[in-house]
Each structure stands twice: as C-alpha cells, then as structure tokens.
C-alpha cells in the first residue's frame, strides 16, 4: 500500500520568501507524481506533472523535483506572493493500477 | 489544460432521499473517471474507478449500494447518494485521466452536499 506523506503540515512565510514543500512515498513503483493546488471549498488544479523517468518539471515560478529511488519529491516557489496561499497536495500514481495516492496537503499562508 | 465540470457545485437533500452529481469531461473523452470524498481540513479518499461501459470498481470499505456509479458515455459520470443521511455530508470530487500516456489527472471543482 503506497503511503503518502507531506511536510510541514503549515507554513507560514512573508511574502517574497522562497517555499520548499516535501513529499515523501513509501513505494517507488510509482508512474508519476503530481502537485496540486487546492483553495478553500474548491477542487484541485494541478501544477506540475512528472514522469516516473523524469528528475524535474519547471513552470514559471515553481519548480519540482522527484527522486524515485528515495521515495521523495519537493515543490520549490520562488519569490511567494499572497496569491499562492493555499493548501498543496502531492499525489503519486501507482504502476498497477493507475490509481492516485495522496498527500495530508501543506497549507501555505503568505503574509503580505 | 483538460477540463472537467461537476454539477451541482453544492447541494442540500433531506435524509432518506438520494442526490445525483455530475461529472463531465469538457474536451477530451474519459473511458475512466474517478470518484472521491474529502471531509474538512483532510486530504482526499478515493471512493470508486468509474469505467465506461462497465461496472464502477469500488474501494474497500465503500458501500456500493449506497454510491451508486454510472459512466454511460466517454464524458459523463453519475455518482447518485441513495437514502442519503447527514453522516454523507461531505465534499465529493470527480478526476479523469488524460489518455496521452502521461496519465495526467483532472479534477472537477467538487461538490458540496449537505443532507439535512
């Protein structure tokens, strides 16, 4: 059974701060890993993708990285703004059976 | 991006009466779609894979008869609460795979039902 976990549980930062959000998983055989945005009372938008055989994805001010064979992907966001309060969530796609295991979230507040 | 549609957005039933939610696939077809329940401040718990032209496939501890799951074409699931009870109040979400490969997952805006 994967096994999905995320640290902080919270962060609060001052905005222009640089954010570093980890996940860690306990099986490798993983097809890929996800992150996720989700506001309040909202569904999730996601933000980065990356393949079992990729290292990283970068999209404007985010960037994440995946090392399989240590079970561990971190979420980088460079220069936060108040914008980007919310909770992330990472997810990672089982091999067998294409279903999503998830993350606790880190819920992120920055602080203007 | 793909987009994914729920509707209703939110929804108040009384107890013993049963509620039908939505899920689309706007723009690009969907042979699975997946079915989930968040409770407040907690992550995501997949109820059931809705598969086209098939039987939903349901995760253990989740009661078929009560969820109800049908994926009668390539864009649309039903999930329908039946004789629901305040216990079923909960945010429900719908996500469906992009069939590229990449196996990328959309997710709908959700649902919020509230049974009174």
């Known amino acids: 059974k994967q096994e999905v976990t995320q640290i902080p549980a919270a962060l609060s930062v001052p905005e222009g701060e640089n954010l570093v959000l980890n996940c860690s998983f306990t099986d490798s055989a993983i097809y890929n890993l996800q992150w996720f945005r989700q506001d309040p009372g909202k569904g999730l938008t996601s933000l980065l993708l990356i393949q079992s055989s990729q290292r990283e994805q970068t999209s404007g001010r985010l960037n994440a990285s995946l090392d399989k064979s240590s079970g561990r992907s971190t979420l980088y966001i460079a220069a936060s703004q108040p914008g980007d309060s919310a909770t992330y969530l990472c997810?990672?796609?089982?091999?067998?059976?294409?279903?999503?295991?998830f993350g606790a979230g880190t819920t992120v507040t920055v602080r203007a | 991006g793909a987009v994914v549609s729920q509707h209703p957005s939110w929804v108040i039933c009384k107890s013993g009466t049963s509620v039908k939610i939505e899920c689309r696939s706007l723009?690009?077809?969907?042979?699975?779609m997946f079915w989930y329940r968040q409770f407040p401040k907690q992550s995501l718990m997949l109820m059931a894979t809705?598969?086209?032209?098939?039987?939903?496939?349901?995760e253990q501890g989740v009661e078929k008869d009560k969820f109800l799951i049908n994926h009668a074409s390539l864009t649309l699931s039903t999930l329908t609460v039946t004789s629901a009870h305040p216990e079923d109040s909960s945010f429900y979400i719908c996500?469906?795979?992009?069939?590229?490969?990449?196996?990328?997952?959309?997710f709908g805006p959700g649902t919020r039902l509230t049974v009174t």
């Open positions: 809705s598969n086209e032209g098939s039987k939903a496939t349901y």
């Open positions: 723009d690009f077809q969907a042979t699975t």
């Open positions: 996500s469906a795979p992009t069939g590229d490969g990449a196996y990328e997952q959309y």
């Open positions: 997810a990672a796609l089982r091999s067998n059976d294409y279903k999503l295991s």
